[in-house]
């Protein structure tokens, strides 16, 4: 089992389960100005995430569809002290959610476009144009957002950031780039979104 550091908290990797690099950091450092009231960590995988943002939370629901991230997900809280503040739920997206309204909510979703020549993981593949999982998550994350509420997801510039901005808009609320790094072949970008 694989084990890292990251803003001082220690991270299993759990066999299996999607290993924190770029997109996972870029996300915390984005989030962690933000982080109060109840949080929203969907596609949780390790719970890097949750567990780098629960010091100013109130609680932390993680949802993920792999059993193992979950399981990951519940021993990082406790090796950091946090698990008397987590919900965890394996569902897929929002659906294990009843109603709730959340202050922040997160998703590092797997954006990556699915090729011919490699087997198809959960974990990274977005479908054909890496857009599946974040298209679903713009139509339904109004519904679970408060109204000062914020919502941040990491994509790369391969999946189209204009289209996404164009979908936050149709969706009434208002979308932004807040941060961007260069990668041999894409840009990672994060997307903060709120109500106009």
């Not at 949080?39 to 193992?68: F, W, Y």
């Not at 659906?95 to 020549?117: C, E, F, K, V």
Request: net charge negative; charged share 25%; proline share 4%.
């Amino acid at each position: 089992m694989q084990s890292l550091k990251f803003r001082g908290k220690t991270i299993l990797v759990f066999p299996g389960v999607y290993a924190p690099c770029e997109d996972s950091f870029m996300l915390v450092d984005s989030a962690i100005s933000r982080a109060s009231g109840h949080i929203l960590d969907l596609c949780c995988g390790t719970g890097i995430v949750g567990v780098c943002l629960a010091d100013g939370a109130e609680s932390v629901t993680a949802v993920d569809l792999n059993p193992s991230a979950v399981k990951n997900t519940c021993e990082n809280f406790k090796l950091n002290g946090f698990y008397g503040k987590l919900c965890a739920v394996v569902g897929d997206l929002f659906g294990p959610l009843r109603g709730n309204l959340y202050d922040l909510i997160l998703m590092n979703p797997p954006y990556l476009l699915d090729s011919d020549w490699e087997p198809k993981d959960l974990s990274w593949s977005g479908g054909e144009k890496g857009r599946k999982v974040i298209d679903r998550f713009l139509r339904e994350v109004g519904k679970y957002l408060n109204e000062s509420g914020r919502a941040l997801f990491v994509q790369s510039t391969l999946n189209g950031v204009d289209e996404s901005l164009g979908r936050i808009q149709d969706e009434g609320l208002k979308g932004r780039v807040v941060n961007r790094r260069d990668f041999m072949f894409e840009e990672l970008v994060v997307i903060e979104m709120s109500w106009r």
